[in-house]
């Protein structure tokens, strides 16, 4: 009796153990695939850092990353999926900031950017320069104006979507330089390429990685400045575009629903961090023509919300004239 006894004891005291082993390995993060979910089309350059992201991630995250296309409604439909997605670290958003930032001064947002989400990390940022097809009639910036402001409405403008990454440094562009072109939205800058190619508009906007991954199919104009220019290509600064500056550049940023647990986030954090070191993630971006200008998380949340007091004095100032 006192044999079984003893033996029970030993099967629970082992299943205890066995279970104390099995709920702290359960409690680590990340212990299954993590979504990325991209509230853009494919073929933009959202995309195509995405791709070099989730290729290297895995090696410091310690999972795979699911790369997920939601576009619509401006960038909407896929923040609101992952605004309402469960805040355990497995679903994280890969937008920029004039969706995170500047849409709410727009319109009803089915969430709140400043309390429903907290950020990863900010990948890069990018600026983008005004391009056609190499084709095209415009030889350069100040043919495509003096077109413009010839023939008012018909220099029809592709951009990636109101109050997006190319509308707002294109409708700031256009204002000083006293040009009053047609705004042609578009579901992501990969449909706005696509829209140009095909002739459906006549001039646009794009990343140095979809500039580069056309080949010479396309013909830079001019680029946004500050940022990194094009070499052979003015800035908007050396044409005299003096309006465009800060307000025309892109932050690609990482964020996770409010309330991710601490380790969670701390994880993510440090993954994000780990990758800028890595010597194939550099390559990568540098083929795409990217910059690599990481900042954590915490740093960026510290300007993150200060832009919403300058996208609305944008909005207003644009919506007045």
């Known amino acids: 009796m006192k044999l079984f006894t003893n033996l029970g004891k030993g099967l629970i005291a082992g299943a205890l153990a066995l279970s104390a082993l099995t709920t702290t390995a359960a409690a680590e993060y990340p212990e299954k695939p993590v979504t990325m979910i991209i509230p853009l089309g494919a073929g933009g350059s959202h995309d195509l850092n995405a791709r070099v992201i ?60 400043n309390k429903d989400f907290v950020t990863v ?50 409708a700031l562009l256009f204002t000083e330089a006293g040009v009053r072109p047609t705004l042609v939205p578009h579901k992501g800058g990969g449909p706005a390429l696509q829209a140009l190619l095909a002739g459906d508009v006549d001039v646009s906007m794009a990343f140095n990685s979809v500039i580069d991954s056309q080949g010479d199919a396309l013909r830079p104009l001019v680029s946004v400045s500050p940022g990194t220019a094009i070499e052979g290509v003015p800035t908007t600064g050396e044409v005299g575009i003096e309006g465009v500056g800060d307000m025309g550049i892109m932050h690609r940023v ?12 701390a994880k993510l954090r440090s993954a994000f961090a780990e990758m800028q070191d890595d010597k194939t993630y550099k390559r990568l971006l540098g083929k795409l023509g990217e910059n690599a200008e990481f900042m954590d998380g915490e740093a960026y949340d510290s300007i993150r919300l200060k832009q919403s007091d300058e996208y609305k004095a944008l909005v207003d100032g644009l919506a007045s004239n």
């Open 54 to 113: 989730a290729s290297i991630l895995p090696t410091y995250l310690g999972q795979p990353v699911i790369v997920k296309l939601m576009p619509g409604a401006s960038g909407q439909t896929g923040t609101a999926a992952a605004a309402n997605s469960a805040a355990d670290g497995y679903t994280i958003l890969f937008t920029q900031n004039f969706i995170d930032q500047l849409q709410q001064h727009v319109a009803k947002l089915p969430y709140d950017p």
């Open 121 to 170: 990390a900010r990948t890069n940022f990018a600026a983008p320069s005004v391009i056609v097809k190499s084709d095209s009639e415009f030889t350069d910036f100040n043919s495509m104006l003096e077109y413009g402001k010839a023939n008012p409405g018909k220099l029809r403008f592709g951009h990636s979507g109101n109050w997006g990454a190319f509308m707002v440094p294109g």
């Open 254 to 265: 990482v964020l996770v629903p409010a309330g991710v647990p601490d380790e969670a986030l």
